[in-house]
T-cell receptor
Framework: AQSVAQPEDQVNVAEGNPLTVKCTYS??????LFWYVQYPNRGLQFLLK??????LVKGSYGFEAEFNKSQTSFHLKKPSALVSDSALYFC????????????FGSGTRLQVQP | DADVTQTPRNRITKTGKRIMLECSQT?????MYWYRQDPGLGLRLIYY???????NKGEISDGYSVSRQAQAKFSLSLESAIPNQTALYFC??????????????FGPGTRLTVL
């Protein structure tokens, strides 16, 4: 069975500092990985995905993620955090068959302090 | 995303009552999904549908049923609601026309409280 782990319930960073939100996965075959963001009282919004190709994926709002196959990780990063980045972030994985829906991690709350 | 709508947005009901949550989409997507979100657990898949005639159970389908009335509509029913079904429920859609790995688009959610 496929699974995703987000080891940090919350990440705190100061505005202007780089941020990293961690994600590791387990799946048979090639992984297809996604990051979503949830703002208060809103549904999830897609940020970026890795299907194949370059290990560094760029997405919305200046976010990027690095795929590392040997470490089975897909960490979300941003060079300079904004207060408006404060939200709940979810990593998700789908297996290579495409028949399964996404499996989500438990979420990491990002708090960016002014 | 305004293209995926959910009704009602909030609902309070009593144990044992039947309740239906509705999802409609104008995106023309073929796949639709129902998730529930609980604090600390992330999103867990209840049911998903690849088209009107293809409905699949997710990881937590017990106590729930679904109906795909049309490509654009996917309803979730709780036949006899219980308090541990209190959660935030999300509908999502995706389009496999160009890729089976396209991202999902989420509705705004329905907050359900079962007393």
């Amino acid at each position: 069975a496929q699974s995703v782990a987000q080891p940090e319930d919350q990440v705190n960073v100061a505005e202007g500092n780089p941020l990293t939100v961690k994600c590791t996965y387990s799946v048979s075959g090639n992984p297809y990985l996604f990051w979503y963001v949830q703002y208060p009282n809103r549904g999830l919004q897609f940020l970026l995905k890795y299907i194949t190709g370059d290990n560094l994926v760029k997405g919305s709002y200046g976010f990027e993620a690095e795929f590392n196959k040997s470490q089975t990780s897909f960490h979300l990063k941003k060079p300079s955090a904004l207060v408006s980045d404060s939200a709940l972030y979810f990593c998700a994985v789908r297996d290579h068959t495409g028949r399964r829906a996404l499996t989500f991690g438990s979420g990491t709350r990002l708090q960016v302090q002014p | 995303d305004a293209d995926v709508t959910q009704t009602p947005r909030n609902r309070i009901t009593k144990t044992g009552k039947r309740i239906m949550l509705e999802c409609s989409q104008t995106k023309g997507h073929d796949r639709m999904y129902w998730y529930r979100q609980d604090p600390g657990l992330g999103l867990r898949l209840i049911y998903y549908s690849f088209d009107v005639k293809d409905i699949n159970k997710g990881e937590i389908s017990d106590g729930y049923s679904v109906s795909r009335q049309a490509q654009a509509k996917f309803s979730l029913s709780l036949e006899s609601a219980i308090p541990n079904q209190t959660a935030l429920y999300f509908c999502a859609t995706s389009d496999t026309g160009t890729s089976v790995y396209n991202e999902q688009f989420f509705g705004p959610g329905t907050r359900l409280t079962v007393l």
